[in-house]
């Protein structure tokens, strides 16, 4: 019995995250997928684990989604759960914590934006003049969070070639922030 998803499996988990959820990063959604693969898996060993993650986020690194944000989003992500492998005497309960901890991880990152954004809001004040490369969530949120609190402030925005992501920006800016 094979213990891991299929290649492509794993690109149907995270495809299927991007293109349902509009405001999940790639990297987040990477992290998500990673965890999907650890719920699944049936390895025997934590070798075979291990090589099954790293399959993993081989097959999400090899989709049209930007490399960076995968492999710094799975990067954190393993650091961050294998550390059970040096607490524990069993394999079912290195899984166990591995998940666990996988779990909080995920938690603390979606918490993490609207704190980042917060913090980051109140460097815009009145008459502030915002530049933005593209788009970035975090950025975007703090500018929603400077808008709700009344601050009046102008947003110049680069386009970002090839992905013109910054046109994605206006049209963010646009919905969330008058």
């Given amino acids: 019995m094979d213990s891991k998803m299929k290649k492509k499996e794993i690109e149907e988990v995270f495809g299927g995250i991007l293109e349902k959820e509009q405001d999940v990063s790639a990297g987040m959604a990477a992290i998500r997928t990673l965890l999907t693969v650890l719920e699944h898996d049936t390895s025997e060993t934590v070798q075979e684990l291990d ?64 704190k980042v954004a917060k913090l980051a809001s109140s460097f815009i004040v009145d008459g502030s003049r915002v530049l933005i490369h593209s788009k970035s969530r975090v950025v975007l949120h703090a500018m929603k969070e400077a808008a709700r609190a009344n601050k009046r402030f102008e947003v110049y925005v680069t386009m970002s070639s090839p992905d013109n992501s910054g046109w994605a920006a206006i049209q963010w800016l646009s919905v969330h922030v008058k």
């Fill in 51 to 114: 090589s099954n993650l790293q399959a993993a986020v081989d097959a999400m690194k090899n989709t049209d989604y930007p490399v960076t944000a995968v492999a710094s989003g799975c990067e954190l992500f393993l650091r961050f759960i294998t550390l059970a492998k040096l607490d524990t005497k069993t394999f079912g309960e290195c899984k166990s914590i591995m998940l666990h901890r996988g779990q909080l991880f995920l938690k603390k990152l979606m918490e993490a934006r609207g």
